[in-house]
């Protein structure tokens, strides 16, 4: 298993600004990947934060408003750009043990963001 | 491509009373399910998953669920609902390396 925190657990901003939201793993692993979940929906992957590589974002989103690093195999951020209030949401970062698609994710216990 | 159909958005159950949360699912190959829960204001866990060996798999808290192929279906019960598993509760298709969620099913439980 793994168990996942991340940092801030919330989080009240201004417009125009920008967040960094970080998720530490307490074991090494594979993957990870971050995603939004707006309030009351379903959980949207943003994109899949690679070791030593540019992340791999999904359709409709792009580096620039939120780029992500990951630095080693237990820690990676994600932040949010230039924020509007239509980015304010719960992120959630979760992680990977190996590559094979049945391999459960576990998840932090996500960032509640709010833009005003 | 793969996707998954939550069929109900909310269920409402006395506690004591089974429960039955419907989930059909598309995959173009042998597909990789999950149910995870996720109580207000927490994280996502992980209730089972289903992986190609048994296909009725049992979970924590007394949930189960079984993997009918020929309805392309996952289907998660509970033979007694308990106060405490009112929440959100997600199913979950794996492929191409990403997971596709539901829409999620809000459960109720009734004292």
């Known amino acids: 298993s793994a168990v996942i925190s991340q940092k801030p657990s919330r989080d009240i901003c201004q417009r125009g600004t920008s967040l960094t939201i970080q998720c530490q793993v307490d074991?090494?692993?594979?993957?990870m990947f971050w995603y939004r979940q707006q309030p009351g929906q379903s959980l949207t992957l943003i994109a899949t934060?690679?070791?030593?590589?540019?992340?791999?974002?999904e359709s409709g989103f792009v580096i620039d408003k939120f780029p992500i690093s990951r630095p080693n195999l237990t820690f990676s951020t994600l932040t949010v750009s230039n924020m509007s209030p239509e980015d304010s949401s719960i992120y959630l970062c979760?992680?990977?043990?190996?590559?094979?698609?049945?391999?459960?994710?576990?998840f932090g216990p996500g960032t509640r963001l709010t833009v005003t | 491509a793969q996707s998954v159909t939550q069929l109900d958005s909310h269920v409402s159950v006395s506690e004591g009373t089974p429960v039955l949360l419907r989930c059909n699912y598309s995959?173009?190959?042998?597909?990789?399910l999950f149910w995870y829960v996720q109580h207000p204001n927490k994280g996502l866990q992980l209730l089972l998953k289903?992986?190609?060996?048994?296909?009725l798999v049992k979970g924590i808290n007394g949930f189960e669920a079984e993997f009918k192929k020929s309805e392309t279906s996952f289907h998660l019960t509970k033979p007694s609902a308990h106060m405490s598993d009112a929440a959100e509760y997600f199913c979950?298709?794996?492929?191409?390396?990403?997971?596709?969620f539901g829409t999620g099913t809000s459960l109720t439980v009734i004292p």
């Open positions: 979760s992680a990977q043990h190996g590559t094979s698609g049945s391999n459960e994710q576990y």
């Open positions: 074991s090494q692993v594979t993957m």
């Open positions: 934060a690679n070791q030593g590589s540019e992340a791999t974002y």
């Open positions: 995959s173009s190959y042998s597909p990789s």
């Open positions: 289903y992986t190609s060996a048994a296909t």
């Open positions: 979950v298709v794996s492929g191409s390396n990403q997971f596709y």
